[in-house]
Structures are given as structure tokens and as C-alpha cells.
């Protein structure tokens, strides 16, 4: 089965923790602090991988971690980096978070390796601690934490141009009659079960990659049949050619049918419908000359809305060449740049905790301070000698805490709570 689509949990390393050691050896009376700094947490890259069409990989493993750093050591030794892991994607590729559905990044154009997610940098030794006044410090900075983060990938493939229409109206003989693409042809609707893209060539020398989006029905927005599967591939087209049974084999109106496709685009996505379209009338090889020439009657109805229509037969080739020379026209007074999905959610924001709020509550006749900032200082603090809590104060002071412990009506003698701390509260 064709795979486009995969949720899996990606998750950096964590920072390796700063050490506490302290220089002991015969001779040297006054070694000092000496504990060494932890390595950084691996990153999560994603990469492009010009070998990859699907992303089969990611179907039956949904966890991918990087490795953790390695703690410092005695004799001011640095913990050793973790190593990064990358993830290969097809050229393509937007990977969004998967809650919002918000994108972090298309793997596509010049994008062809970024860091969703950077590992946590090593915590600092106590070796840095050391002041004129306080020579011993006891204490040593924790390695950031690792970050985990649920993303959706999606394949939407990197296509000029779209072939859309109802089930057996021709697209895979268009598409194998102007390309070197091999889809499977058959008499029987949904032979085309997963996209398929060709390179047309011009004897102009101008050329341009085309894809046979497989078969629309009406209601393929709301999920019904296999449109919706594959409606996300025509998002990057720059024009669409809409393909239509002009013959009615199939016994269905082919002016119905293209006002039926045309609104499953607009369900979709409105901008999506509003690019250039023209429409192939296809199966003219088998059209009857009694009645109405239903070729005349889809151009009086189309071509005043914007739709030239060229009528074409898949299998005999006629009316073909004239289509692909408007479509290559059409392309070039087009913009150029290619479709490409800007980034709108950023982890760096979301999961770094120093961005992240403190609160201040009251329960009862205890206040309480929580927060990712608190719970990082208090983790690599401690309080238990005397410049550690100078330095625990100076911290409630030059972060606002104390400020809105104030606002919120402290006095003198109440008790304030900070995770596992209690203490009362004095000026």
C-alpha cells in the first residue's frame, strides 16, 4: 500500500548533568572545584533522501529517539555529545505538529535537511561555581531536559501539473501516452490506487512533471471513495487539466461531472479551485455524430467561465500535442517558484521552558510559586548553604517573584511553597 502519511513521536536527548567533584591530591592544598560540564542531547534532523518515494519507513516503527549526553566527570572531563538522528523523507515531505496540524517544515525546494527538535545542552560543572567567596560550591547545573513532540508527516508530491476527473475517464492512458510513467490501465474504476508522476518532454525543448491524481468522486472532501486520500497531492500544481468522459461510456454527463469535481476542490480548498484548469474532452475516438456534439456543448458551457477545452482521444493520440503545448504556455506566465508550505509553528518556542510561564497562587494560607523556570533553578541550587540560598533569593528578586508575591498580598510571616520547598516569607 502506498504510504503518504505517518504520525510518529520523535524525542531529543537530554543534556548530560554537570558534575561535583572537588581536586584532591597530595601536594596541592587548595585543589578547588573541579566537577566537568555534561555533553549535549542528540537533535532529530530530517532529511532529504532523493532515493525515497513513500514514507514506507515510518509505517511500523512510530518512535524515534536521539541519545542522551553523557554526564561530566572529575578532573573538569566534559561528558562526549550524543550523537544526532536522522530521519530520511522523500523530496516533499511537510511534517506539521500533529495536534494543531500547524507546519514545521516542508522538506522541499532548498530545504533539504533541518532540526525539528534540538537536544538539551549539558548542565555546567562546579567548577564554575567557584567565587572569592564561596570556593566550595556543592552544587552543579542539570543538562537540559530532553523534548518530545508528536508530528504528522505528509507526502504531498512535487508535481506542475494535475490530472484530475472521475474514476476511468482516461488520465492513466493520458498520462502513459505523454510520459515514460507505466500506470496500471484497466476497464474498471479505481485502477489507480496511488499517485503517479511523469516528465513530459516538448520538442520545444520545454517540458514539465505531471500527475495523475487518482479517482475523485463527489464527496471525496467529506472522505468518501479514495479522493480524499490524495487530494493533498494536488496542492503543490501550479494548473490542473481536468479530464472528462466526453463520450459519457460510463453513462454520466460530463458537464455534471466537472461541476461535481470542480466543488469537491472547492470543499477542499478554495485557493486550490481558483488555479488555471483546462479540460481534456477525452474518448473522442468513440463519440457518436448523432445529437448534440458533446464536445461544442462542454465549450459553450466552459469556455465563457475561464476553461478552454481540447478535445483528445488517449488512445489514438489525437488532439494531445495541442493540449500540452497551451498547458506549457500557460506554466511559463505563471509564477515560477514553487509551492512550498511556510513554517507556522516552531518548537524551539513552544518547548524551551525558560519561555514558559511561573505562576502565582494562594491555597488556603500557603502561597505557592510553580513553574518550568522554578523547577530548573531549584534543580541545580542548593539550599542548604548559605551563598546557595543568597543566590536562591536573589533569584525570586531579579525574576519579578517576590514583586507579585506582594501584589497578591503577602505579609511578613506567611508561608510560600515551591515544589517540594516550604519556607516563610520575611523582607
Given at each position: 500500500?502506498?504510504?503518504?502519511r505517518?504520525?510518529i513521536?520523535?524525542?531529543?536527548?537530554?543534556?548530560?548533568?554537570?558534575?561535583?567533584?572537588?581536586?584532591?591530591?597530595?601536594?596541592?592544598?587548595?585543589?578547588?572545584?573541579?566537577?566537568?560540564?555534561?555533553?549535549?542531547?542528540?537533535?532529530?534532523?530530517?532529511?532529504?533522501?532523493?532515493?525515497?518515494?513513500t514514507?514506507?519507513?515510518?509505517?511500523?516503527?512510530?518512535?524515534?529517539?536521539?541519545?542522551?549526553?553523557?554526564?561530566g566527570?572529575?578532573?573538569?572531563c566534559?561528558?562526549?555529545?550524543?550523537?544526532?538522528?536522522?530521519?530520511?523523507?522523500?523530496?516533499?515531505?511537510?511534517?506539521?505538529?500533529?495536534?494543531?496540524?500547524?507546519?514545521?517544515?516542508?522538506?522541499?525546494?532548498?530545504?533539504?535537511?533541518?532540526?525539528?527538535?534540538?537536544?538539551?545542552?549539558?548542565?555546567?560543572?562546579?567548577?564554575?561555581?567557584?567565587?572569592?567567596?564561596?570556593?566550595?560550591?556543592?552544587y552543579?547545573?542539570?543538562?537540559?531536559?530532553?523534548?518530545?513532540?508528536?508530528?504528522?508527516?505528509?507526502?504531498?508530491?512535487?508535481?506542475?501539473?494535475?490530472?484530475?476527473?472521475?474514476?476511468?475517464?482516461?488520465?492513466?492512458?493520458?498520462?502513459?501516452?505523454?510520459?515514460?510513467?507505466?500506470?496500471?490501465?484497466?476497464?474498471?474504476?479505481?485502477?489507480?490506487?496511488?499517485?503517479?508522476?511523469?516528465?513530459?518532454?516538448?520538442?520545444?525543448?520545454?517540458?514539465?512533471v505531471?500527475?495523475?491524481?487518482?479517482?475523485?468522486?463527489?464527496?471525496?472532501?467529506?472522505?468518501?471513495?479514495?479522493?480524499?486520500?490524495?487530494?493533498?497531492?494536488?496542492?503543490r500544481?501550479?494548473?490542473?487539466i481536468?479530464?472528462?468522459?466526453?463520450?459519457?461510456?460510463?453513462?454520466?454527463?460530463?458537464?455534471?461531472?466537472?461541476?461535481?469535481?470542480?466543488e469537491?476542490?472547492?470543499?477542499?480548498?478554495?485557493?486550490?479551485?481558483?488555479?488555471?484548469?483546462?479540460?481534456?474532452?477525452?474518448?473522442?475516438?468513440?463519440?457518436?455524430?448523432?445529437?448534440?456534439d458533446?464536445v461544442?456543448?462542454?465549450?459553450?458551457?466552459?469556455?465563457?467561465?475561464?476553461?478552454?477545452?481540447?478535445?483528445?482521444?488517449?488512445?489514438?493520440?489525437?488532439?494531445?500535442?495541442?493540449?500540452?503545448?497551451?498547458?506549457?504556455?500557460?506554466?511559463?506566465?505563471?509564477?515560477?517558484?514553487?509551492?512550498?508550505?511556510?513554517?507556522?509553528?516552531?518548537?524551539?518556542?513552544?518547548?524551551?521552558?525558560?519561555?514558559?510561564?511561573?505562576?502565582?497562587?494562594?491555597?488556603?494560607?500557603?502561597?505557592?510559586?510553580?513553574?518550568?523556570?522554578?523547577?530548573?533553578?531549584?534543580?541545580?541550587?542548593?539550599?542548604?548553604?548559605?551563598?546557595?540560598?543568597?543566590?536562591?533569593?536573589?533569584?525570586?528578586?531579579?525574576?519579578?517573584?517576590?514583586?507579585?508575591?506582594?501584589?497578591?498580598?503577602?505579609?511578613?510571616?506567611?508561608?510560600?511553597?515551591?515544589?517540594?520547598?516550604?519556607?516563610?516569607?520575611?523582607?
Open positions: 500500500m502506498f504510504a503518504d505517518a504520525k513521536l520523535i524525542r531529543s536527548g537530554k543534556g548530560g548533568d554537570g558534575h561535583v567533584s572537588f581536586r584532591r591530591e597530595l601536594y596541592v592544598p587548595n585543589g578547588g572545584p573541579d566537577g566537568g560540564d555534561g555533553g549535549r542531547g542528540g537533535d532529530v534532523i530530517f532529511e532529504v533522501d532523493e532515493g525515497l518515494n514514507l514506507q519507513d515510518f509505517r511500523h516503527r512510530r518512535k524515534f529517539a536521539a541519545k542522551d549526553g553523557e554526564p566527570g572529575k578532573r573538569r566534559h561528558g562526549a555529545d550524543a550523537d544526532d538522528i536522522v530521519l530520511k523523507v522523500p523530496e516533499g515531505t511537510v511534517i506539521k505538529e500533529a495536534e494543531t496540524g500547524k507546519v514545521i517544515a516542508d522538506m522541499s525546494g532548498d530545504n533539504r535537511r533541518q532540526v525539528v527538535l534540538k537536544g538539551g545542552k549539558g548542565g555546567l560543572g562546579n567548577q564554575h561555581y567557584a567565587t572569592a567567596t564561596m570556593q566550595i560550591p556543592k552543579a547545573q542539570p543538562g537540559q531536559p530532553s523534548r518530545e513532540l508528536w508530528v504528522q508527516l505528509e507526502l504531498k508530491v512535487i508535481a506542475d501539473v494535475g490530472l484530475i476527473g472521475f474514476p476511468n475517464v482516461g488520465k492513466s492512458t493520458l498520462l502513459s501516452r505523454v510520459t515514460n510513467a507505466k500506470p496500471k490501465i484497466a476497464n474498471y474504476h479505481f485502477t489507480t490506487l496511488n499517485p503517479n508522476l511523469g516528465v513530459v518532454d516538448l520538442p520545444n525543448g520545454k517540458g514539465f505531471i500527475a495523475d491524481i487518482p479517482g475523485l468522486i463527489e464527496g471525496a472532501s467529506e472522505g468518501l471513495g479514495l479522493g480524499h486520500e490524495f487530494l493533498r497531492h494536488i496542492e500544481t501550479r494548473m490542473m481536468h479530464v472528462v468522459d466526453a463520450a459519457g461510456t460510463e453513462g454520466r454527463d460530463p458537464v455534471e461531472d466537472i461541476y461535481k469535481i470542480n469537491e476542490l472547492k470543499a477542499y480548498n478554495p485557493e486550490i479551485a481558483a488555479r488555471p484548469q483546462v479540460i481534456a474532452a477525452n474518448k473522442t475516438d468513440v463519440i457518436y455524430p448523432e445529437g448534440e458533446p461544442e456543448r462542454l465549450k459553450k458551457e466552459f469556455e465563457p467561465k475561464g476553461y478552454p477545452v481540447f478535445p483528445i482521444s488517449g488512445v489514438t493520440g489525437e488532439g494531445i500535442q495541442e493540449l500540452l503545448y497551451y498547458v506549457s504556455e500557460q506554466l511559463d506566465q505563471l509564477e515560477k517558484e514553487p509551492i512550498t508550505f511556510q513554517q507556522e509553528y516552531f518548537p524551539e518556542e513552544e518547548l524551551l521552558y525558560e519561555n514558559l510561564p511561573y505562576t502565582v497562587t494562594k491555597e488556603e494560607d500557603v502561597y505557592v510559586v510553580e513553574g518550568p523556570k522554578i523547577e530548573k533553578m531549584l534543580g541545580y541550587t542548593n539550599l542548604d548553604s548559605e551563598k546557595g540560598f543568597m543566590f536562591f533569593q536573589k533569584f525570586l528578586k531579579d525574576t519579578g517573584i517576590l514583586d507579585e508575591l506582594e501584589a497578591a498580598g503577602i505579609q511578613e510571616g506567611d508561608t510560600v511553597r515551591m515544589y517540594g520547598l516550604q519556607f516563610d516569607y520575611y523582607k
